[in-house]
């Protein structure tokens, strides 16, 4: 033990250099929307895709990497995750999701929190994960914090973007702690949304102002249009609502999470080019808003023309982000359903790859092997939205990472229990 956490501690202080590397003989999954692509080759250089599909030439003095019989993808993008932020339940101590006692609410950070050598890094980056947007839990008000966009890679630097999007929380989560009812709610959003547009009008020392200066700065990128605003709202009154609110504020970007009733209002979720994130195979109405709650909600709003992506939002606790090939998965599936309404193959892996990129505005960075992103590669022993299918290589900015997880050694050391090698618990 004492040696593995050795060597894991120097691959963190040392992070290892890219290099030119080319994954041949593989099915290719762009991740762009497109379907796969038999014998073809993804070129590697300088921790970037320089070219993906088939007919391409390896380059000279290349690390050849032979994938025939394996399907090479974008590594999975975690849209909505608390991968960093949270080790697990009932554990306060590693728990940083939520700020119940600070007098802060928008201007949390949590890039600051983000630990690299949490055991679920590893579990979820053996898993194909590469990417993960997290997000802070609201807590005294809507409003939960500035999110940040991460890697999992195992060099001790996660953070790509920090600062990346605020999160808020609107419909049943808002009205609960944004005064008691949406209409509050709204209330509390729009008066810190004019703060922050106006900081010289805002009378932050007032024993009653509802916002305190930090908050109402770190909501000015949002109101400029500078940082996504991700509204979690589900009902389709309440995603009518926050689509009207870039009447008002015309610069808004907004991203809707969660969007269960989201295609009962999907054509104007179109027309105002607002992208989702969407739970991904809500079918019960477990709460009052999600009464509507349908399987088909991604792929009726994919077909009226929405940018959608999908996440564990509202489905799984924990940051369970290997889930994410079985729900793309099923959406295929649902394309077999008579009167259902699911996506394609190419449409599916995007969902998970290039359309949370697409989402926050880093589509041009990462999320597909289109030349140009971040290397975040998978290769995969079978197809990656079939159950039984696990990556074999994960590569993050072109760096081949470890394989190993607390998961894994666990599986190893008792996998052919032999008694000398058993903690002295296992004797009797």
């Known amino acids: 033990m004492k040696s593995l956490l050795l060597a894991a501690a120097a691959l963190i202080a040392t992070p290892v250099a890219a290099e030119t590397i080319a994954i041949t003989g593989g099915i290719v999954a762009i991740g762009d929307g497109s379907q796969p692509i038999k014998g073809g080759t993804v070129v590697i250089a300088d921790g970037r895709i320089v070219s993906a599909g088939a007919g391409t030439a390896v380059p000279a003095g290349a690390r050849v990497v032979d994938a025939a019989g394996k ?122 949304m004019a703060a922050a547009a106006n900081p010289a009008s805002a009378d932050f020392a007032h024993k009653d102002a509802l916002i305190t200066r930090q908050d109402a700065e770190a909501l000015g990128p949002v109101v400029r249009g500078t940082m996504p605003l991700f509204v979690h709202v589900e009902r389709a009154a309440d995603i009518r609502a926050v689509l009207a609110l870039k009447r008002q504020y015309a610069a808004l970007r907004l991203v809707l999470v969660g969007a269960t009733e989201g295609w009962m209002v999907a054509d104007q979720i179109a027309a105002a080019r607002v992208p989702v994130i969407a739970a991904a195979l809500i079918d019960l109405p477990e709460k009052f808003e999600y009464m509507a ?52 193959w190419g449409a599916a892996l995007a969902s998970i790859t290039s359309k949370p990129a697409a989402a926050i505005g880093m589509d041009g960075e990462i999320g ?48 052919d229990p032999v008694e000398k090698r058993l903690p002295k618990a296992y004797e009797r």
């Open 368 to 415: 597909s092997l289109r030349p140009g992103r971040r290397a975040d590669v998978v290769i995969w022993d079978g197809d990656p939205l079939e159950l039984a299918s696990a990556p074999t290589a994960v590569f993050i900015d072109g760096v081949a990472q470890p394989m190993a997880s607390r998961q894994t050694r666990l599986r190893d050391r008792y996998l």
């Open 293 to 344: 709650a349908t399987q088909s909600n991604v792929g009726r709003m994919v077909r009226a023309g929405v940018t959608v992506a999908i996440s564990n939002a509202d489905i799984s606790e924990g940051p369970y982000e290997s889930y994410l090939t079985q729900y793309a998965g099923n959406l295929v599936a649902l394309t077999k359903l008579p009167g259902a309404q699911g996506l394609d």
């Open 71 to 192: 399907w090479v993808s974008p590594g999975i993008v975690a849209a909505v995750s608390t991968l960093g932020l949270m080790e697990g339940y009932g554990m306060d101590e590693v728990n940083d999701t939520t700020a119940s006692r600070s007098p802060f609410s928008a201007a949390i950070d949590i890039s600051t929190a983000i630990n690299p050598t949490g055991q679920r890094i590893a579990t979820e980056r053996s898993s194909g994960v590469t990417r993960a947007f997290v997000f802070p839990a609201a807590a005294n008000t809507m409003f939960a914090g500035q999110g940040a966009v991460i890697d999992l890679g195992a060099d001790g630097d996660p953070v790509t973007r920090p600062r990346a999007f605020q999160y808020v929380e609107l419909g049943e989560d808002g009205a609960s702690s944004g005064g008691g009812s949406r209409p509050a709610a709204y209330v509390l959003l729009k008066t810190a």
